[in-house]
């Protein structure tokens, strides 16, 4: 969702018209709306790796959304698609073959989602060239672009003072960014829990539990003292903040979700991934991309209870390894991903119509 945003924010304003265009009781509908967006929803759900006794209605739910976007469509009349992953996406790429659209694929490796929406594409965005062996060898290279994955403008903006100043920190001990996504991992925020009275001696810590973690979190932290939690700085969840945590930290513990190719890079900050280790293999796989070019380490998640103090003194008391792996990050970066991809979707949607004016984007 995140990148879509980024990627529509670079859009020239003049006469644009927007839709967004997301799954019946997603998450993303309020977000988008707090954005300014017109929101519409179609029923989808996933197939792979559904239980036999899901599977049916699954398949039902992307018939009804495959109907439902033909009427959005029609209603809307696009000039060019940008599709950004999930399910949901499939539905609205089947109703939208005569439609000019673009795909951007935020992990390194596509989902079967993204392969599939690939082959109806126009034109492919990647964050890197270590996704191109992912696609089918049907899939011409010549269509994909690597452009980097887009970024919140805000988190090339601040600056590190300004974002310690935001979440009240100081400089007198290093800050450790800890957090595992939006709804969390229960995983990390058990290890940091176990790990805290040792870990807060030493560091400030920023500790993101994610919106199903932060009730357990919550009551296990309520007993401890405030002298010894005076740098322990918990949050369910930031939004405009997040910037500001991400900039503020002088060390990243957080799983391997697809926006660690764009933030981090951006930042430069070293970070210790564990990627979670239900998620198929795009979260190990975007892990090893940044942990083989030394920008990061990566660390699986069954010995996160065992390594990660060990592994979080050893980056943050070695000055000369640190620096080397905050090189190897910034080495990465690609700060016009959003401004790239919102070329692509501006040239698609002007052979269209032939201009490069007025422009209905979904």
């Known amino acids: 969702m995140y990148p879509a945003l980024n990627v529509l924010r670079e859009l020239p304003e003049d006469d644009l018209e927007l839709l967004w265009v997301g799954g019946d009781g997603g998450m993303e509908a309020e977000l988008v709306k707090r954005e300014g967006i017109p929101f519409a929803s179609i029923p989808a759900a996933g197939v792979h790796g559904v239980g036999l006794s899901r599977l049916p209605g699954n398949v039902i739910s992307l018939v009804k959304g495959f109907f439902k976007a033909k009427q959005v469509l029609k209603r809307f009349q696009p000039d060019v698609l940008l599709f950004t992953g999930g399910y949901v996406a499939v539905p609205m790429a089947l109703a939208a073959i005569r439609y000019p659209s673009l795909l951007f694929v935020p992990d390194i490796e596509p989902g079967l ?35 980097g994955y887009p970024v919140k403008p805000e988190l090339m903006q601040i600056d590190r003072i300004s974002a310690r100043k935001a979440l009240s920190l100081h400089d007198r001990k290093p800050v450790v960014l800890v957090f595992g996504g939006s709804k969390g991992a229960q995983t990390i925020n058990r290890a940091l829990l176990k790990l805290l009275p040792s870990l807060l001696q030493k560091y400030q810590i920023v500790h993101i539990t994610g919106t199903t973690g932060w009730s357990e979190v919550q009551a ?7 002298e010894s939690t005076t740098d322990y700085h ?3 969840y930031l939004h405009e903040e997040m910037p500001a945590a991400l900039r503020a930290a002088d060390l990243i513990v957080s799983r391997a979700g697809a926006s660690i190719l764009g933030e981090y890079p951006i930042i430069g900050t070293p970070a210790i991934l564990v990627p979670y280790p239900y998620a198929w293999r795009y979260q190990k796989i975007n892990a090893e991309y940044l942990a083989s070019r030394g920008a990061a380490r ?26 080397s792996m905050q090189q190897a990050m910034l080495s990465l ?28 984007t979904v």
Not at 115 to 137: C, H, Q, R, W
Not at 342 to 351: D, I, K, P, R, S
Request: proline letters at 8%; hydrophobic letters at 45%; a negative charge.
């Open 298 to 323: 990566f660390l699986p998640d069954e010995q996160l209870a065992i390594q990660l103090e060990a592994m979080i003194d050893q980056l943050l008391n070695n000055p000369e390894e640190y620096r």
């Open 333 to 360: 970066r690609q700060p016009d991903a959003a401004a790239k991809i919102a070329q692509l979707l501006v040239t698609l949607g002007g052979e269209k119509t032939g201009t490069t004016g007025r422009e209905n």
């Open 234 to 236: 918990l949050y369910a």
């Open 220 to 226: 296990q932290t309520a007993s401890l003292s405030p």
């Open 113 to 147: 989602a993204l392969k599939l929406i690939s082959f109806f594409a126009n034109l492919i965005a990647v964050p890197n060239a270590d996704s191109l062996p992912y696609f089918p060898a049907l899939i011409p290279h010549r269509k994909i672009n690597v452009t």
